[in-house]
């Protein structure tokens, strides 16, 4: 308790020390040695261990585990069992009572809270530095921390720790929850979860496994809920066709929650992906396809959801805070009865000042007051803030010129004092929204075991040795050994099965042990990294001229990659490709072989720790590129054959890249006829990169091409016979107009397995065009080749399939 003491008197000196700085530099914080001296005390203690009591678990007597500060939060013994005396009173009040009900617990709770309290609870901060809290937690009552901070399992165990013994202080020692913007966050900065990966791996079960394992270990470290994942959003990481992002999606919340950890999916309705719910909307204003991914979502008992701050719903008038029909038709058509939070967005950030909700009210005419209570009683919880400011009002907060950016508590708390919430008619709905806030730490068995201990953390996140001595980690190989085997085994099994070949010319891959290869890389700093592994199967060469095969790794065709691409085509040399980002048609047309490799477990929202390889690890891409493993991934979302094609394509719609109006309303009809996935065909439009695209070692295509179609005209002829008589008939004809582009059609059947092709169409035995198609095995494309030709009679040919064709002048 004497440390607990003294980190706190250095925590005051620090902000003390830190404001006194600011005021004398006028707003720029410049610390003086003494200043910086007394917060790296603090920071110190802060990453100490926090000297906490705990009772353990009885099954014989079924007390459960109490953990607690000795000289904090006195013990009570009743019936032979012991119970926490969180409101220091001396008597067992029945929020303290673990034996009872959780809804009297919450309701009892609730009648002891001042408004300040009661209001405190409905925001969500982010203070950083961690040990910044303390103010914020006694001054605003603050009781829910987002949390993306790095460091190793120890040190956030003691962070999270340390912060809640601030919150065990407070009149009734209510817990702290604490969310994240991660959802594997134990090796905090080093390594995430691979939302793109899961996408692409197609393995549900393999999603639920890691998914389980990531909400272990972030309950263990003391995290509760993290605010992931959103790619239950069409055109986030799990593609745009809502049938497969239902069935990875359900299995990651699943795989979370049945952890004991909890999912916050997000942003309802839609902000994540190619497009935001409101841009994406087409003349077809798709809702029910979006739902898909929701609805699986909620199946997997996720606990809280995100909202999207200042983007709209169906409606498009307004916030969708303040829009009564999508937050109905959440908490009422989808049934969500758990907690609601805004993303971390002021209070007022609209998209228009001017915007009305459903009932013609105009937010801007209406003050804070009204904001908070109307937000409120359409199902809102939490407001996630950055800052906060003590605005009694929205009069004081205006005369006062206060941050308008800022979230103000002490306003919700007058709203209800003041009587604005009474004259609303929406006092019970905050009490409820109160009420869904205490269940989710009640259910959590946050009042009574609100620690965690290091040695149980260590021994539910890390190996065996990192729990007998932990070392510096700074390297990938460092990081590996000290991570939990069996998430290891899972999470390098992800890394092969989401990766994509997407081309294999002469089935290059995979290479021959052996095989001479020179390798370059976007990233010159991990070169030598990639080269270790890559020299156990293989040998090194130094340049390009002394190379069998030559490999690059890009992040995307930039000019580094372009002019390496040019270079292998002049040294003649066969190149392996492999980006992290989706190809384009130089990269597919040119390289001998490519490989799509979208895993990466860089840490969500923060910076992570400096010079790890964050992408696929190099012993892995090692035994990818050798055969070792196999690449098993599949494409989630089609590409486009160009930025036009891009931003013509109905962001609410699969399968309509390329499409021509015609087409895509068979793409809309076919997906609305699918009443229970929404899904849509992946084979009717005309993009570069189909959905569901996976090629395999050793296997290839087998193309057939069948009906030619060239553009006809017609014309009515008037003939006479031997008898003078005259006859008029109708008469087709293969024509086009020189010098104007024309379209030719044909069918293209792929009776092997996932493939590519270049469709080549020649005029008079000459090429005149191609195009590159991707082709599922057992599947068919409708190709579709501009040509332009000069005027004459010509033979067209594509795939063995010849016609003629008349060009006029």
């Known amino acids: 308790m004497k440390k607990l003491l003294s980190l706190f008197l250095a925590l005051a000196m620090v902000l003390s020390l830190t404001g006194a700085a600011l005021a004398e530099s006028g707003g720029e914080q410049t610390l003086s040695e003494e200043e910086l001296a007394a917060r790296a005390a603090a920071e110190e203690l802060f990453n100490s261990p926090l000297d906490f009591q705990l009772i353990e678990a009885d099954e014989a007597t079924g007390q459960v585990r109490l953990t607690y500060l000795e000289n904090v939060t006195p013990i009570l013994e009743v019936d032979g069992l012991k119970f926490k005396d969180m409101n220091k009173n001396g008597t067992l009040d029945v929020y303290e009572d673990w034996r009872k009900d959780t809804e009297e617990r919450v309701w009892d709770l609730i009648a002891q809270l001042t408004p300040e309290e009661e209001a405190g609870l409905h925001f969500c901060g982010q203070p950083e530095p961690i040990y910044n809290a303390r103010e914020e937690i006694e001054k605003y009552y603050l009781y829910c921390i987002l949390f993306n901070l790095n460091g190793s399992p120890v040190t956030i165990v003691n962070n999270l720790n340390q912060t809640q013994a601030v919150s065990e202080e407070q009149r009734l020692g209510i817990p702290m929850t604490f969310a994240s913007d991660r959802a ?174 459903l009932e013609g009210v105009v937010l801007a005419d209406q003050t804070i007051e009204w904001l908070y209570a109307r937000a409120i009683e359409l199902g809102t919880d939490v407001f996630g803030t950055r800052s906060f400011d003590d605005a009694q009002s929205t009069d004081d907060m205006n005369a006062r010129g206060l941050n308008k950016g800022a979230n103000h508590p002490f306003i919700i708390a007058n709203a209800f004092t003041g009587g604005t919430m009474e004259e609303m008619g929406n006092v019970d709905a905050y009490h409820e929204s109160t009420a869904r806030i205490l269940r989710f730490k009640f259910n959590k068995n946050l009042f009574e075991n609100p620690y965690r201990v290091v040695e149980e953390a260590l021994a539910t996140v890390s190996s065996a040795e990192f729990q007998a001595e932990q070392w510096e980690i700074v390297t990938n190989e460092d990081l590996r050994a000290a991570r939990l085997p069996e998430e290891v085994e899972l999470a390098e099994q992800l890394q092969a099965k989401s990766a994509v070949l997407m081309k294999n010319d002469g089935g290059i891959l995979p290479l021959a042990k052996g095989t001479k290869v020179y390798i370059e890389s976007s990233s010159p700093s991990t070169l030598d990294h990639y080269k270790e592994y890559l020299a156990k199967y293989g040998e090194i060469a130094e340049s390009m001229e002394d190379a069998d095969v030559v490999i690059g790794y890009y992040g995307s065709i930039d000019d580094a990659a372009e002019l390496l691409i040019e270079d292998t085509l002049d040294e003649g040399k066969p190149l392996v490709l492999t980006l992290t980002s989706k190809a384009n048609e130089f990269a597919l047309t040119n390289a001998t072989a490519l490989i799509y490799m979208p895993f990466s477990q860089q840490p969500d929202h923060g910076s992570g720790e400096a010079g790890f390889i964050y992408g696929t690890e190099p012993w892995v891409y090692a035994d990818i590129l050798f055969g070792e493993r196999e690449p098993e991934g599949i494409i989630v979302k089609e590409q486009a054959r160009n930025n036009i094609e891009e931003a013509l394509q109905w962001k609410d719609l699969a399968g309509d890249q390329g499409a021509s109006p015609y087409v895509r309303l068979l793409v809309q009809a076919l997906m609305e006829d699918d009443t229970e996935t929404h899904a849509a065909p992946n084979n009717y439009g005309d993009p570069l990169v189909i959905y569901k695209y996976s090629m395999r070692y050793g296997q290839a295509g087998d193309f057939k ?30 024509t086009a107009k020189a010098g104007e582009p024309f379209t030719v059609y044909c069918l293209l059947r792929n009776n092997g397995a996932d493939d590519l092709t270049m469709v080549q169409a020649k005029a008079d035995g000459e090429v005149v065009a191609e195009k590159l198609y991707t082709v599922q095995g057992g599947s068919w494309r409708i190709v579709q080749i501009d040509l332009t030709l000069e005027a004459g009679e010509h033979e067209i040919e594509i795939g063995g399939l010849t016609g003629t064709i008349t060009v006029a002048e």
């Open 705 to 734: 091409y069948s009906c030619l179609i060239l553009p006809q005209s017609v014309t009515e002829e008037e003939t006479e016979d031997s008898s003078g008589s005259t006859s008029v008939s109708t008469v087709v004809k293969n």
């Open 184 to 357: 594997f966050n134990s090796f905090g900065g080093y390594i995430d979860m691979a939302h793109v990966a899961f996408g692409t791996a197609n393995d549900p079960e393999l999603v639920y496994k890691l998914s389980y394992i990531y909400g272990q270990s972030m309950m263990a470290v003391g995290i509760h809920v993290t605010f992931e994942p959103y790619a239950n959003e069409i055109g986030a990481q799990y593609g745009e066709n809502p049938e497969h992002i239902a069935k990875i999606v359900s299995q990651c919340v699943k795989g979370l929650e049945d952890s004991g950890f909890a999912s916050c999916v997000k942003h309802w309705i839609g902000r994540g992906g190619d497009s935001s719910f409101t841009n994406a909307t087409s003349p077809a204003a798709n809702f029910d396809n979006w739902m898909v991914g929701w609805k699986a979502a909620l199946s997997g008992g996720n606990e809280w959801i995100m909202t999207n701050c200042a983007g709209y719903g169906p409606s498009k008038t307004t916030d969708i805070k303040w829009d009564s029909w999508a937050m109905g038709y959440l908490r009422n058509e989808l049934g969500f009865n758990g907690v609601i939070v805004t993303d971390w967005w002021p209070l007022s950030a609209t998209n228009d000042p001017n915007e009305a909700t």
